[in-house]
């Protein structure tokens, strides 16, 4: 026995009586002689809901034997079953989905666009279009978003009916249908007509509006994001919460906030520029600071968790300075960091042969070399080894 499809006779039925005609997966799923659950098809999700309050997960169209199928959170042994449609998830599905036939028909008409592809998921509803997406400049898409609206906003009733195939020769179908045998149409006064098998509102107000959110290349294709009705509406109001926030946040009408958002940026940028400098003059202080108090010139200091690029300025103003950096860092990684003008000491060999008595690696330029030693414990030791050798060597 085929499922009597209620939700074609009825799109807003939502609680309705049936009986079960077969079960499998030990109960999990069951058959019903009538039901206005849609199964997920045509880039509409499945409705969910309960079945004698057993909560329904998916639904299924077989299309072999012309049933649908209700997954279920529990196994159900009734026959004789009541059924409610979740409404609230259902409409929001009607109003995307008639949403796209109308924004795909807008788009054909002001843009020669076809529709490749529909997707109607929980958190984005999109088209897939075949243009390029350079053609749909801002103004072609306003101007698509205006027409798609004017339609919703005219409340066309929306006539959804089985055809004969004489009858289906004479319309002009912007969609063709996918499958075979009676093909249902869904029109649009002349403005749009589709062979469709989804649920769709009354009239076109029940899509409520749609809003174009943004297009993305996808090939030679352009993918279009796309919300309608009670999305739209929470979108907005999402939208209107954040801005009010950052309004406020600013102390400035949320007319004001890109202005007082470009003020920020260029105050932070002047900062930036201002703690960079005064940044480079400390260290410069710092470096003469530890070159004074260092014995015979020769700074031998182990840092911990600083900046290595600090740590590397710090050495190289030593350097300039005339004497011998001999840094350790105990960070992340355990680093050495030797500095010096490079005439009676080449820090590259020093570093080298110090880090590898270690088991790490590193080297560099008679003036300033840097690496890396396994242990952080060692730091203390090579660090000596190190300036052992340049006492030495001086
Ligand atoms: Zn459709």
Known sequence: MSTERLYWLDAYLREWSAQVVDRRADGHEIALDRSAFYPEGGGQPADHGSINGVAVLDVQSDEDTDRVWHRLAAPLADDAVSCVLDWERRFDHMQQHHGQHLLSAAFE??????????????????IDLAIDSDALTPERLAAVEELTNSVIWADHPILARFVTPAELASIRLRKPPTV????????VADFDHSACGGTHPRSTGGVGMLHIRRTERRGTETRVEFICGGRAMRDLRWKNATLARLAADFSVAVDEIEAAFERLRTAEATARRSL?????????????ELLAAADGGVVVQLWRDRELDAVRALAGNIAALGGVALFGLAG??????????GQQLHCGNLLREIVSAYGGRGGGAPTQA??????????PAALEQAAAQVRASV
């Open 180 to 187: 075979s045998g009676p093909v249902r149409v869904v029109s």
């Open 332 to 341: 992340a990684k355990a680093q050495l960091v030797f500095a010096s003008d």
């Open 109 to 126: 008409e002001l843009c020669q666009a076809r529709t490749t592809a529909f997707h109607l998921g929980a958190d984005s509803t999109t």
């Open 276 to 288: 960079e400098h005064a940044t480079k003059r400390l260290l410069q202080v710092e470096a003469a």
């Open 370 to 379: 840097q690496g890396g030693i396994p242990s952080a414990d060692d730091l």
